[in-house]
C-alpha cells in the first residue's frame, strides 16, 4: 500500500497545480469573516488595479456551486477578474459543504448571509458602495445568492441583503413534498419551504437577471420559468435569459473565445448593470 501512495499524492499535486484559478485565488487577498466547529471561512477579494479604500465601487459577491455538497471554490474566478478589471470590487466566499464538513443546505445559506453580512458592514475597509453591492452565483451557489434576495435574515438583518442579483441556473424551487427524494431533511436541514426561493418572494427582492440553460438535466428551466414569472407577478424587476439547448453548467466552458456562452453572459451582465447605473459599456 505505501509504494501506491507515494504516486497517489504525485497525481493530486499535479491536478492542484493544474489549475491556475485554484494558484490565483491562493494568492488572493483574503479575510477570515466566520469561524465554525469544522472551518475557518475565507472570503477572497478582488480589486482593480487602481483601488483605493477612499472610493466607493460596485461590488459582487460570487457563490460557488456544487450541490451544496461539493467544493468548487474556483468556479468563478474569472467572473471576478473581469468586473475588476472593469472597476468592481468582487468577492468569493467559502461555504461550508455536506462532503467535507458533514453540513446541510441551511448551514450554507447561514453562511453565505454571514459573508454578504460582513462584506457590507466593512464597505468603507473595501471601497465599496453599501448601497450597490449584487450577489451571484451558479447552481446551488444561484440558490444562496437568491436566498440572500427573498429569506429573512433574523442574525444579520439588511446587511445581509443584495441590491441586485445574477443568478446562473440556480435553484431557485426547493420543494421537499414534490422532490422527497432529492431535497430530504438530511440535505437540506429544513422540512419545508424555509430555504425555498420562489416559495419566499415577495416586493422587496431586488433587480434580478437569471441565465438558464433550457435542457439542464440538473435543475430543470421550468423552475427558473416559476420563479421569473413570481417575481413578475408581484411587481419586482426579473429578467430571465434562455440558453436554447444548453444543459447545467453551460456558463463556464469557453472562457478563451469570443463568442462563447461564457463571453454571453459577461455582455447581459454588462447590460444588466449597466441599466442599474453601475456600469458604464464602453
Not at 469544522?38 to 460570487?62: G, T
Not at 450541490?67 to 478589471?85: D, E, K, L
Not at 464597505?123 to 451558479?138: M, P, T, V, Y
Request: glycine letters at 6%.
Amino acid at each position: 500500500m505505501k509504494y501506491l501512495y507515494l504516486p497517489i499524492m504525485a497525481l493530486m499535486a499535479l491536478i492542484l497545480n493544474a489549475n491556475p484559478n485554484q494558484k490565483v485565488l491562493d494568492k488572493s487577498e483574503n479575510y477570515t469573516f466566520k469561524e465554525t466547529s469544522s472551518i475557518d471561512l475565507k472570503l477572497y477579494v478582488f480589486k482593480p488595479d487602481d483601488w483605493d479604500a477612499s472610493q466607493k465601487r460596485p461590488a459582487i459577491v460570487f457563490y460557488f456551486g456544487g450541490g451544496w455538497n461539493n467544493r468548487h471554490i474556483t468556479q468563478f474566478v474569472a467572473f471576478a477578474q473581469y468586473y475588476a478589471s472593469k472597476g468592481f470590487v468582487c468577492f468569493i466566499p467559502n461555504y461550508r459543504v455536506r462532503a467535507s464538513e458533514n453540513s446541510q443546505a441551511i448551514d450554507s445559506v447561514r453562511d453565505a448571509q454571514d459573508a454578504f453580512a460582513y462584506v457590507r458592514k466593512n464597505a468603507e475597509q473595501f471601497g465599496i458602495d453599501k448601497n450597490r453591492i449584487a450577489a451571484s452565483g451558479g447552481s446551488a451557489g444561484g440558490h444562496l445568492a437568491a436566498s440572500l434576495g427573498t429569506l429573512k435574515d433574523e442574525k444579520n438583518k439588511a446587511y445581509s441583503k443584495p441590491n441586485a442579483l445574477i443568478l446562473f441556473n440556480p435553484v431557485c424551487v426547493v420543494d421537499p413534498f414534490r422532490n422527497p427524494e432529492r431535497m430530504n431533511f438530511a440535505r437540506l436541514g429544513v422540512k419545508g419551504y424555509e430555504i425555498s426561493p420562489y416559495h419566499n418572494v415577495d416586493k422587496s427582492v431586488p433587480p434580478t437577471i437569471i441565465y438558464h440553460g433550457t435542457e439542464d438535466r440538473t435543475v430543470p428551466y421550468e423552475t427558473a420559468e416559476m420563479f421569473h414569472e413570481k417575481m413578475l407577478s408581484v411587481g419586482n424587476d426579473c429578467t430571465l435569459i434562455p440558453f436554447e439547448g444548453r444543459d447545467h453548467g453551460f456558463f463556464n466552458h469557453g472562457k478563451h473565445l469570443a463568442e462563447s456562452d461564457y463571453r454571453k453572459t459577461l455582455n447581459y451582465t454588462d447590460e444588466f448593470l449597466s441599466k442599474l447605473g453601475w456600469f458604464k459599456i464602453q
